[in-house]
């Protein structure tokens, strides 16, 4: 069993920036890759990004793609997510996860095993 927290949401002005920090509770949460996911209110909930275990491969929904970054220390055992121009179209609450088989990056949301507790992120226009 996996134990994750997020932290650092808030609320953000458009085109603002904020970083999410994923941490967990076990130490071979370095071992795993890991995802971030949002779900707004009324929708499903919706792949962000991803990071290998290894933090040398990530993937981005397209919708994010060159405004977030996901990265990784695992000598530190947090996962972050910075997000930089933000958009209303972001305000969603964001989640983070543990896939545990580690063969490539995933994006489905029953792929992953374990979850947090989620953090809002509410951006205003």
Request: a positive charge; glycine letters at 12%; hydrophobic letters at 35%.
């Amino acid at each position: 069993q996996v134990q994750l927290g997020e932290s650092g949401g808030g609320l953000v002005q458009a085109g603002g920036s904020l970083r999410l920090t994923c941490g967990a509770s076990a130490p071979t949460f370095t071992r795993y890759n890991i995802g971030w996911f949002r779900q707004a209110p009324g929708k499903e909930r919706e792949f962000v990004a991803a990071a290998m275990w290894s933090g040398n491969n990530t993937k981005y929904a397209d919708s994010v793609k060159g405004r977030f970054t996901i990265s990784r220390d695992n000598a530190k055992n947090p996962v972050y997510l910075q997000m930089n121009s933000l958009k209303p179209e972001d305000t969603a609450v964001y989640y983070c996860a543990v896939e545990r088989r580690n063969s490539f990056l995933r994006v489905g949301v029953s792929d992953y095993d374990f979850w947090g507790r989620g953090t809002q992120v509410t951006v205003s226009s």
